[in-house]
Structure formats: structure tokens, C-alpha cells
């Protein structure tokens, strides 16, 4: 009864002893009285990690392109900025309006009016780190309804009736330089000048004129006033200076037009353009469009303001 409980008990202690150590020992442990390669196993874990550590870092180079993508938000495709030392070229249209106010006639002439002058056409542009040229043709409407006009220095009897069907060509050259761009090029303030000439057709007429009321001539109505037929007719005189209205000093009646400057007249066939100065805002929203608006003054032409738009490549 007694040695058959100890030998159940011995060898559940054996099974459980066998089992602790069983559990204890690392598997492949090598025999007794054998040292493991660590050479070897240290090897064995490299190549075994290294596919993973690949596929880990591919993983996190795309994350952070993704994350790039994402906070930039631009496709190349589209990207408005430009690159150091890049030539990029526009081309488009272009619309101006020049504006002649009276007082500025008035300092060289007496009478007149503001006028208008639009103009049209296409424009070339080409630019680099900042620096632009921008290349038009446009077309430009000179005409202007019939006004009272005659020199600063005349006497009131040499107003005249003036009226123009002019129209002109022009090539100009706009020099412009950055002097501030947003940092992805959407936005842009440039300033400079420019330069031009043009060609002149159509007919700028004059017509000798003598007031309704010679006693107190309305110098900002022409309403007021009535064609000369011709010398002394009629025959009508200004009661302070006793001087002809209607006189034989030139022959500026009925349908008379003025010569131009090649036939020894005063009506221009080339007309310079002279533009300082110019500012501009340019707006570029992706990488194949921009518009531009542009504010100034021309010696020749006045005060202008226009807006461009055209594609980029």
C-alpha cells in the first residue's frame, strides 16, 4: 500500500519535472557540450527582417508623398509656379481704354472735351525670373464728335468746329518688372513703361463757326454756334476786338479736311506712343492661364487702363 502510493508520486514528480524543463529549453537547442552559432542566427534574423524593414520603408515613403500631396493640394499639371531661370510665354488678347480729360487739352488748347480712346488686339508676352516683355498690335478708334476748339493763344474768333472718323494700328513694347509675387506665382505686381508707334488714316475735319449771341459767346456749347458758309458769310464781327469771324485767313468751310503731316497739314499719319508710368497686377490661377489689369499714363495718349488675358505655355 505505501510503496505503491511513493511510486505514484515519484513518477508524477519525474512527469513534471520533465515537463518544466521541456517548457524552459529553447527549441533546437543543440547537444550538451555544444555552443550555438550566433554568427549564424544573428545572419538568419537579418535576412529574415529584411524584406519586412523594405516593405516597411517603401510604406512610409509613400505615406509621406501622400502626405505631401495632401497638404500642398496642387497638381504639377496645373502648378501656377514658376521656376528660376524657366522662359514662359502668353498668348492672348488685350483691351485698353485711354482717357484725354479737358484739362489736360485745355493747358496746350481752349475748348474741347474728355475723350475716349479704346483699343483692342492681341498681345505676346514673354517672361523670365520676373522680368517681362509684353509684345501688342492693336487697333485704336481716334474719332470723336464735333467740339468747339481753337489755340490757347487765338482770339475768340478763331474757335472752330472739330470732329474726327480717325482710326490707327499700334505696336507697342511694355517693359515690366516683378516687385512682388505670391509664393506659388498666383499673384504678381510689376511696374515699368512703354514704348510705340502707329500708323493714322481717316479724316479730321474743321469748320470755321460764329456764335448765336456775339455779345456773350458760349465757349462750352457749341449748340450756341453756327457753320461759316465761306468769307463774311455771314458777315459777323466780335463787338470787343472788331475782328471777322467768318474770315479769308484759312479755308475751313463746308466739307473741309485737314492735310496731313507728309502734305503739309496738321493731321497726324504716325502717332508715337510714350507710356511711364505702368502699373500692373497680374493673376495666374493655374499654370495655362493668366489675366492681367494694368492703370497708367501715356505722354501722347493719356491716362489708360486695360485688361489682358491670355494661355500659357
Known amino acids: 500500500m ?5 511510486g505514484i508520486g515519484g513518477f508524477a514528480l519525474a512527469g513534471y519535472l520533465a515537463l518544466g524543463v521541456a517548457w524552459a ?7 550538451d557540450g555544444e ?12 535576412t529574415a527582417e529584411e524584406p519586412r ?3 516597411e520603408t517603401a510604406a512610409d515613403s509613400d505615406a509621406d508623398s501622400d502626405a505631401d500631396s495632401d497638404v500642398d493640394g496642387i497638381d504639377p499639371d496645373m502648378d501656377p509656379k514658376e521656376l528660376k531661370g524657366e522662359r514662359y510665354f502668353v498668348l492672348g488678347l488685350r483691351f485698353r481704354n485711354y482717357v484725354v480729360p479737358k484739362f489736360i487739352i485745355n493747358i496746350f488748347a481752349d ?32 474719332s470723336f464728335d464735333p467740339l468747339l476748339f481753337k489755340g490757347k493763344t487765338k482770339d475768340i474768333i478763331k474757335y472752330e468746329e472739330v470732329s474726327s472718323s480717325m482710326k490707327m494700328i499700334q505696336a507697342t513694347i511694355d517693359v515690366l518688372f516683378e516687385v512682388y509675387t505670391s509664393e506659388r506665382n498666383e499673384f504678381a505686381v510689376l511696374v515699368g513703361g512703354g514704348v510705340g508707334i502707329g500708323g493714322v488714316w481717316g479724316d479730321l475735319r474743321e469748320n470755321q463757326i460764329y456764335p448765336n449771341d456775339v455779345a456773350n459767346p458760349a465757349t462750352d456749347d457749341l449748340g450756341q454756334w453756327q457753320r461759316c458758309a465761306g468769307p463774311d458769310s455771314p458777315p459777323v464781327r466780335d463787338p470787343a476786338s472788331g475782328g471777322r469771324y467768318c474770315d479769308d485767313a484759312n479755308e475751313h468751310y463746308g466739307d473741309f479736311k485737314q492735310p496731313s503731316w507728309a502734305n503739309g497739314g496738321s493731321k497726324p499719319f504716325i502717332f508715337p506712343y510714350i507710356g511711364l508710368p505702368q502699373l500692373s497686377l497680374r493673376y495666374k490661377p493655374i499654370k495655362q492661364l493668366q489675366a492681367r489689369a494694368d492703370v497708367g499714363f501715356a505722354f501722347t495718349n493719356g491716362f489708360f487702363f486695360g485688361l489682358s488675358a491670355g494661355h500659357c505655355f
Open 25 to 31: 529549453q529553447p527549441p533546437d537547442q543543440p547537444p
Open 2 to 6: 505505501g510503496p505503491t502510493r511513493v
Open 111 to 142: 475748348g474741347g472735351a474728355t475723350i475716349n480712346v479704346f483699343s483692342f488686339g492681341p498681345e505676346f508676352t514673354t517672361r523670365t525670373d520676373g522680368f517681362e516683355l509684353n509684345f501688342a498690335v492693336s487697333y485704336e478708334d481716334l
Open 53 to 55: 524593414l523594405e516593405e
Open 35 to 46: 555552443q550555438p552559432d550566433s554568427k549564424k542566427s544573428s545572419a538568419e534574423q537579418r
